[in-house]
């Protein structure tokens, strides 16, 4: 039995990673799967200038680009990896000199309360983060609890300190999503007050508290935006001292005269002002800044020592754990520590008897995201599970989340994969929630006839283009959540649901072009789309996808998927152009959301709809294909550098499907118990499962070269399928591989 | 011992009293101190046609004017009298054919979903209102309970039949105050969800629950004003049957089909939408209108028969109870039936131990509207006194309130009168509420230096004109409230706080300028202001009033106010000059808030700053004259007519007047225990008072001409001063007056 020592993983955590064009994550400090994810904006709203939108706003869905040379403040919530931007509430920058109350430009970062910064002076580790402010002079270290962000600033002049609060910033594709906000100073170290935005989140409040460990000697509110007339800011000097502003556009700033030493913390609720002091008094009681750091750093160490992983280099290990930190970042805690949240109604509610989680990303994270939670911290899944549960029970519209975040349903993107989450939970034993109520929650969800032409899929079978636009991508993903739902029945023993759902489960065949050997757009009368581009993402029926990728999406059966596009040689031939073509740049720039090196060939990477791609080798005779396909990708599509992901994150999936890959075997049909194995990049790995087994990993031979497994045994047994079960993984013990330059061709063979 | 026998009072009650022109009454369904006022509207908000706005909206404070021929909708929520609007919440309308979103014009009701409507068929009494809508063809039944608005319409064409839902529709100045809606189908029979407005309230949302007897049959929500980008507004057919929604302008229809009979409940809340829906099942669980309406009636019947009254007219007893019934309006009822309230901290509070009510108008209503529930509901009016120091524990400026309602202080008007109200129950010895705690919010209240020129108070002993604007109106009121304190210092015994008070309640010394007879702006170097108008209500220093009315406001030492105006002739002189002068209409011109017939004389009756100048008379050697005066006076600013008062009500202050003075005493100096005699106008009163104890009112030989005092026994004792203490009329008996056309010019001589 091999004892767990816990190191301090944390080093090989880089922040930074992703924060460069595409990857969308966040260098600030959170804890794992905290609440406040406090981080330096460079900017985020588009700021017009002659008529031209002077950043492409897209690029700053998580606030940051690491080219850029200005910060413009730190704010308080952020997501990671999202190809849609929302958040950047609450936002806080020490400043000194006369009051700007606008950020300025990069370009002229002296008009307004920004200030320049280098990456020399900057530094970013699990749960902390700190730069030096060049205008300002100050050096500011953040750090957090689960609830509230913690600020250190350390003014190197002594005079003229302030501490500008700003209520108008936000991060989102338009620039004024503000509905609302209102402040107090409770009294000369306390203020409180909300920030209500319309945003991705439609409607949405957050509620804060603003602890400064110093007495305010001046303050002033300033609404920056016109409003409706209010008789009393003719009556006072509304903008010196007076305690009390409400408007859409609140600003403020709080003056610290010669004080060179100031921390803050901000508690944050969705509930009220006083959730959000509750979370203050409850979390965060002192003002040992290195003290909080130090936690949060711990709970990282705790969390990152789940996997024990070993790797041929160090930028492998640093981009490994770089994965797990960033698959640790979400879903986030949403409630108070009283269990208090807002829910999808708009109302209060009380989580009762689980841990409530928002920011749900599902048609991302159902297929390695949430597996891999699912294994390594299956009661926190189960909790995300309720908490998708009471999203269920308060929608208006009966459905289980699509993308949901802080009580509101963005309907981003399509699928209903709540219900692979669910399944995937059912089918692996996870027991930490009620399996009947989630499977009624799943049969009403796929039985909406409003939902993205889930009536018509219905009613036809399949999605015809002209009711419902990207059809094909919705009809296989249709089919694929209902043979989930299928599979929860056959768990719950329910023989008539699963037959109507096993049903459905094939109707991705009559997406299926047999002529053309690629599932293609049809339309109600019966009729194929004519005009039909195989390599086309745009209007032909499929999003984030074209027809080359999105054909093979039938995870639930690559067997039949296989038989229809032709047997095992064409469909291998099929997978073999995929990863080699050259994909012509007119159709790279259809793509959205990530960089060109995010494909390979015109195998899209940087999206998710082919992320089970490369284990398809593993149903036909060439599994070992699967094998240098996956070492081929890892390298490629991850880079421990700021620019070294392909294409958003995504919540953690772009990072999972490394974890698994990495550790050499990928669930790629979630609501299986099966697993696909592939080459290991590990040299050696213990996973630390929380019922206290564990599972060891020994890779002999491990070498770039060496990319092809050779032999493999699981507890001294050989494994002759390309297959693992999840019951097989945790019951633990030790996997052993053995590795080679060229494929042991018999392996996995029947 | 007479017994008292309740009659029904309700029919001497018209509620349209005051519904035209200046009253700014409301002639819809309510209960006493209700929390819902249900009242058609006929015009709110300024409609701008052609560069012209088409309604003068000052008229439309409680959303009715009599004069006008449409009705736009019901809302459930209104001011009564007020000089400044808002309210006018969740607007419903019962429509067919077509869906028309906006409401149309007076001129043009077919372009909108308004409707025409004659005075013969429409009713009000005291919690009822019906009205016949021409154009939909609609009987329109209407009551409340405390917090749910209770609608019966009856369908006279059964096809088509639709209910609008306006959440855009509001009463105010300013013609888009509405800053979010959102709103839900809970089920088939309900919707859910708030408004959320910056009017006069600054910052106020109110949650709603809305029921209906009969099914939706098919819905649509709609937005009306531009958003940020949702993206689903694209995905899906949002605006109908679509469950949900949110936006700055949200309306909604509820198609009812052929349905020709239905109700429907509004419940409101400050809290959250589960409040509102508690309130609704507390309160109203039936579906049973007439029900409704008669328990309505019921409490209104008993609310009335505080006070049994006889007089000469059918008209003086309908203007008598027609007053009793708007003294009974507010403030309102401000929190759900557990308790809980939204504070004036935007947090969520309950209520421990004393009913809690908002609209706290107190410029005006602390002369005689809180002094009348002090002396008949003294229970409630010491609820009020904790619902201001609630309001002052939740202040971030620490003071209790000076025009206030739904959570928001609106600092309209001058003066912290609610030190009146305190100083008035505590030397009435009303024990319901904490001395101690009373006292220190006043003290801490009247030593603010940010409020109104308050800090200069301090400082010079008199508010300079050139620091703070009408700043002899200030001096005067803060000096009456100063004594008030005084007052409160003297119940307990604090000494050293009663001199300094005392000594503050003085200043108002400073600002008469004894060569011409008159209190008169100062500037901070002591000069007084060189040209002077007398007569001008405007830039003269003083706000609602002239010098020759507010040089008379020393309420709380009149015999010195008459020694410093150069003793009692000339002081009789100027009262007599005040009531008998004529005008120039320029001067008229500048007088806000009233009509032409609300002046008489030089003395302004429909603004209050006056409202005492009658009863001086009582401290000069000519009492009888403030007899002759305010027999005179309530004839002709008091009518049973809609156009019968000559200005607004004010929150009940103008009716608590009129109830006072008609009873024959009224308290000049609230804080004093002390009610100046005067000629009553009933016959006969029984006033029960709700220790049991009871007071009736004898008065012999009363006429029109009758109209002087020639004796006054209390208990078969005479009555020798023109004055008579709290104690003497709440010990109870009898008082019997003989009244004869000529005045006893002994009486009350000493």
């Known amino acids: 039995m091999l004892v767990a020592q816990t190191s301090k993983l944390t080093t090989f955590v880089n922040p930074f990673i992703g924060t460069q064009n595409a990857g969308h994550t966040f260098p600030g400090a959170t804890v794992p799967f905290g609440s406040v994810q406090l981080s330096p904006d460079t900017d985020t709203i588009p700021m017009l200038v002659n008529g031209q939108y002077q950043k492409d706003v897209y690029r700053y869905c998580a606030g940051y680009q690491y080219e850029d040379s200005t910060i413009v403040g730190f704010s308080h919530t952020h997501f ?6 929302d958040l950047g509430d609450i936002l806080l920058m020490p400043t000194n000199g006369p009051i700007q109350w606008n950020p300025g430009t990069e370009s002229h970062p002296e008009k307004g309360y920004r200030s320049t910064f280098h990456h020399e002076k900057e530094r970013a580790s699990p749960g902390y983060y700190s730069v030096f402010l060049e205008e300002p002079m100050v050096d500011v270290k953040l750090t957090t609890s689960e609830r509230v962000g913690i600020h250190q600033y350390q003014f190197k002049q002594p005079k003229d300190n302030q501490v500008l609060l700003d209520l108008c910033h936000g991060i989102y594709n338009y ?3 503000n509905v609302w906000c209102f402040v107090r100073l409770e009294n000369d170290t306390l203020i409180t007050g909300y920030r209500q935005t319309n945003g991705w989140a439609r409607t949405r409040t ?6 400064f460990s110093k007495p305010i000697q001046q303050y002033g509110f300033k609404n920056t935006k016109a409003t409706a007339y209010n008789g ?16 859409e556009g609140i600003k403020g700033v709080f003056s610290f005269g010669e004080e060179v030493e100031l921390m803050i913390k901000v508690s944050l609720s969705s509930v ?3 959730g959000a002091l509750l979370n203050l008094t409850t979390e965060c009681p002192h003002w040992d800044f290195d003290q909080y750091a130090k936690s949060a750093e711990a709970k990282w160490n705790e969390s990152l020592n789940m996997i024990q992983a070993e790797f041929l280099t160090s930028e492998e290990k640093t981009t490994f754990y770089t994965s797990l930190y960033h698959s640790l970042l979400g879903p986030t805690l949403y409630m108070d520590v009283d269990g208090q949240y807002k829910g999808l109604d708009q109302r209060i509610h009380k989580a009762n008897g689980f841990t409530n989680y928002t920011t749900f990303s599902l048609w991302d994270t159902y297929r390695a995201q949430h597996p891999f939670l699912n294994l390594m911290l299956p009661a926190m899944n189960a909790d995300m599970i309720q908490s998708m549960l009471a ?27 709540s219900v692979s989450v669910i399944a995937d939970a059912m089918v692996k034993k996870n027991t930490g929630f009620d399996y009947q109520r989630a499977f009624e929650a799943s049969v009403t969800t796929s039985n909406q006839r409003f939902y993205e032409g889930l009536g018509a899929y219905q009613d036809y079978q399949f ?14 993903e249709y089919s694929y959540d209902d043979w989930c739902i299928s599979q929860m029945a056959k768990q719950l023993k329910s023989d008539s649901l699963f037959s109507v759902y096993q049903k459905r489960s094939e109707y991705y065949q009559h997406q299926f072009d047999s002529s053309i050997g690629f599932m293609r757009p049809r339309f109600s009368n019966g009729n194929f789309k004519k005009d039909f581009d195989v390599l086309s993402t745009h209007g032909q029926g499929f999003i984030e996808g074209n027809a080359w990728n999105y054909s093979l999406y039938v995870p639930q059966n690559p067997k039949n998927l296989i038989s ?16 080699t073509m050259e994909l012509p740049d007119r159709y790279f720039a259809e793509t959205e959301d990530i960089m060109r090196d995010g494909i390979i060939g015109n195998y899209v990477h940087g999206n998710e709809p082919s992320h089970h791609v490369p284990y398809l080798y593993n149903f036909t005779s060439e599994p070992w294909k699967t094998q240098a396909c996956t070492r081929m990708i890892l390298p490629k599509q991850y880079k421990a550098k700021p620019d070294g992901l392909g294409g958003n994150d995504d919540c953690g999936q772009m990072s999972a499907w490394y974890l698994f890959t990495s550790l050499g075997f990928y669930p790629i049909a979630p609501g299986s118990p099966d697993y696909a194995i592939t080459s290991p990049s590990v040299k050696h790995a213990i996973l630390h499962f929380t019922d206290g087994k564990q599972l060891e990993i020994k890779v002999n031979k491990q070498s770039a070269k060496n990319m092809y497994l050779q032999s493999i045994h699981l507890n001294g047994v050989p494994v002759d399928k390309a297959f693992l079960t999840h019951s097989e993984i945790t019951n633990g013990g030790v996997i052993e591989i053995t590795m080679g330059p060229k494929p042991n061709k018999g392996l996995f063979q029947p």
């Open 391 to 417: 999203h269920y029970d308060q929608s208006a519209h009966h459905m289980l989340p699509v993308w949901s975040h802080y009580a509101n349903e963005n309907w981003c993107m399509i699928g209903y994969h």
């Open 232 to 247: 009393f800011w003719r009556k006072f000097d509304v903008e010196n001292n007076f305690p009390e502003a409400a408007g």
């Open 272 to 274: 009220s002002i006083d």
């Open 80 to 85: 990671s990896g999202t190809g849609h931007s």
């Open 175 to 177: 620039s004024d999503k």
């Open 463 to 476: 999605v015809p283009e002209d009711l419902s636009g990207n059809s094909v991508s919705k009809t296989l």
């Open 206 to 211: 957050v509620y804060f508290a603003i602890s």
């Open 564 to 579: 229809m596009m032709g047997g095992d040689k064409r469909f291998i031939a099929h997978l073999d152009s995929l990863f």
